[in-house]
C-alpha cells in the first residue's frame, strides 16, 4: 500500500509471443509433456472457398466427360465380351449335364445308307458306329433310280421320233403314188395292163 493508504497499481506488462492458437496449424512433435502414441485415416469436412468451390465445379465436367468416354468403349465391346461368355456358359452347362448324367451332346457328321431291304441305317463318320436304322420314306425309294428313269424317258423319246419318221415317209410313198395314178388317168389308161388312151 502506499503511503498515503491508497492501493498502489500494478502495471500490467505487455504481452510478448505467438498467440494462444498459433501452434494448431503446426503439426504436433513429441516434447516432455506429450508423445506420439498412434496414426489412422479419418475423415473430416472442411469448410471450402468460392476458388476451390469453383475448381470442385471445373473437376464435375471433367469426370463426366471421363465417364462417357468409359461408357463408349464399354459399348464398342459389349457384344463381343457377351458372345464370349455366353459360349463359356454353354460349355459350363453341357459339363454339368455330362457330369451329373454321364451322358454328353456332341455334333458329328452322320452318314444314311439304304439297304437292300428298305432300311435307312445312320452310321457316325468319325467311329464308324451304327446309330440306328429306319424305315425308308417314299421319295428316298424313289431318288435311288434316277439315272433308270431318265434312260427310259430318252428310250420313249427315241421310239417316238422313230414313229414320226415311219409316219412321215409312209406319207411320202402314198403321195408319190396318188401323184403316179392321177397321171395314167389322164392319158386314158391305167398302170397295170399298159393301155393309155389316145391323144385327141
Known sequence: ??????KKKSKSKPKTGAPRNANKAKPATNSPSKR????????????LTLTQREAERAR????ISERDRIVDQKKAVTSKYTAEIN???????????AANTGKR???????????????VQRYRTDTGELLGDRTATMS????????AKEGDEEDEDGDE???????EAQGSDENVDAA??????????TAEDGEFGEAE
Open 140 to 147: 428316298e425309294l424313289q431318288e435311288t433310280f434316277p439315272f
Open 1 to 6: 500500500m502506499a503511503k498515503n493508504g491508497t
Open 180 to 189: 403316179i395314178a392321177g397321171a395314167v388317168e389322164d392319158a386314158g389308161g
Open 60 to 63: 464435375v465436367c471433367e469426370l
Open 105 to 119: 451332346d456332341v455334333e458329328i457328321t452322320v452318314e444314311e445308307w439304304l439297304t437292300d431291304q428298305n432300311q
Open 161 to 167: 421320233e422313230e414313229d414320226g419318221d415311219d409316219e
Open 87 to 97: 459360349a463359356v456358359d454353354a460349355q459350363i452347362r453341357a459339363c454339368m449335364k
Open 36 to 47: 506420439k502414441i498412434g496414426e489412422r485415416t479419418e475423415t473430416i469436412t472442411e469448410h
